[in-house]
């Protein structure tokens, strides 16, 4: 009976001391596995902080795409605009040189009739001063030919007479004659008077008196030598028309400009 309980006894201790045994390896184990547990968590931890970096870094990065899709769309839209726009400026260059060349052109034509009209007023001077020679005052005015005769010579008596003497009239046909080789002529006959009295009572002032002798000329070269009535004009001056103290009758002969004008309207419409 004895022995049993001894044999009980050691089975006992035995069983106890396996079983602290076990306990301990439980313990050691339990701590291990909470040694893991802690360095997982910290793993988790540190992957979840490097998680969240990535993740802002992709923010950022796609921050940054959303920012270059902007710009790079703005700039595109620039880019077209910059393109309209020099297409329109390219469009208004050519428009312009267009008109430039158009308004050129004008100018040539202008500068051609005024040439034309020049050369016209200039050939007209010459066959007067050929015709008429040292005899009579010719030359240009305001670009007209202009024939200056004295009135001493055209009516003797200036104070009264308006009619043209014969001894003027050889010099009236060489006048004539020419004007009669340009039928688009402005022919104006111009006459201006300084009598102090007037003893004929038809004639009231000098006004008066320098128009009949300026109709009087127009009369002769018409009537006379031929010249169509309708190129001619005749103004009295009185004694306000010219400088001087000597009375003259000039006779101004202005080139077609009528045509020259009209050209130029055209050209303006």
Do not use: C, H
């Given at each position: 009976?004895?022995k049993n309980?001894?044999?009980?006894?050691?089975?006992?201790?035995?069983?106890?001391?396996?079983?602290?045994?076990?306990?301990k390896?439980?313990?050691?184990?339990?701590?291990?596995?909470?040694?893991?547990?802690?360095?997982?968590?910290?793993?988790?931890?540190?992957?979840?902080?490097?998680?969240?970096?990535?993740?802002?870094?992709m923010?950022?990065?796609?921050?940054?795409?959303?920012?270059?899709?902007?710009?790079?769309?703005?700039?595109?839209?620039?880019?077209?605009?910059?393109?309209?726009?020099?297409?329109?400026?390219?469009?208004?260059?050519?428009?312009?040189?267009?008109?430039?060349?158009?308004?050129?052109?004008?100018?040539?034509?202008?500068?051609?009739?005024?040439?034309?009209?020049?050369?016209?007023?200039?050939?007209?001077?010459t066959?007067?001063?050929?015709?008429?020679g040292?005899?009579?005052?010719?030359?240009?005015s305001?670009?007209?030919?202009?024939?200056i005769?004295?009135?001493?010579f055209?009516?003797?008596?200036?104070?009264?007479?308006?009619?043209?003497?014969p001894?003027?009239?050889?010099?009236?046909?060489?006048?004539?004659?020419?004007?009669?080789?340009?039928?688009?002529?402005?022919?104006?006959?111009?006459?201006?008077?300084n009598?102090?009295?007037?003893?004929?009572?038809?004639?009231?002032?000098?006004?008066d008196?320098?128009?009949?002798?300026?109709?009087?000329?127009?009369?002769?070269?018409?009537?006379?030598?031929?010249?169509?009535?309708?190129?001619?004009?005749?103004?009295?001056k009185?004694?306000?028309?010219?400088?001087?103290?000597?009375?003259?009758?000039?006779?101004?002969?202005?080139?077609?400009?009528?045509?020259?004008?009209?050209?130029?309207?055209e050209?303006?419409?």
């Open positions: 009976m004895k309980l001894v044999i009980f006894g050691i089975l006992l201790f035995m069983i106890s001391a396996g079983l602290a045994q076990s306990k390896e439980l313990l050691l184990r339990l701590n291990e596995r909470d040694d893991e547990i802690q360095s997982l968590k910290g793993e988790l931890a540190a992957s979840k902080q490097e998680a969240a970096k990535y993740k802002a870094e923010e950022a990065v796609n921050f940054q795409m959303e920012e270059l899709k902007t710009t790079n769309a703005s700039l595109l839209q620039n880019l077209t605009n910059f393109t309209e726009l020099s297409n329109k400026k390219t469009e208004n260059i050519s428009k312009s040189l267009e008109t430039l060349r158009n308004k050129e052109n004008q100018l040539k034509k202008i500068n051609d009739a005024l040439t034309n009209t020049d050369s016209t007023t200039l050939a007209l001077l066959t007067f001063k050929n015709s008429l040292s005899e009579v005052k010719t030359g240009l305001n670009g007209a030919v202009t024939v005769l004295e009135n001493l055209l009516f003797k008596d200036v104070d009264r007479n308006y009619q043209v003497v001894e003027a009239m050889p010099i009236l046909e060489k006048i004539a004659a020419v004007l009669k080789k340009q039928p688009d002529l402005k022919i104006i006959v111009e006459t201006n008077s009598a102090l009295e007037f003893k004929d009572q038809k004639l009231k002032d000098n006004w008196l320098s128009s009949l002798q300026a109709a009087s000329v127009v009369r002769v070269l018409t009537d006379t030598y031929g010249v169509a009535p309708q190129l001619l004009q005749s103004v009295g009185s004694e306000y028309g010219f400088s001087g103290i000597e009375t003259t009758t000039r006779i101004r002969i202005q080139p077609p400009y009528e045509k020259f004008y009209s050209t130029i309207r050209m303006m419409k």
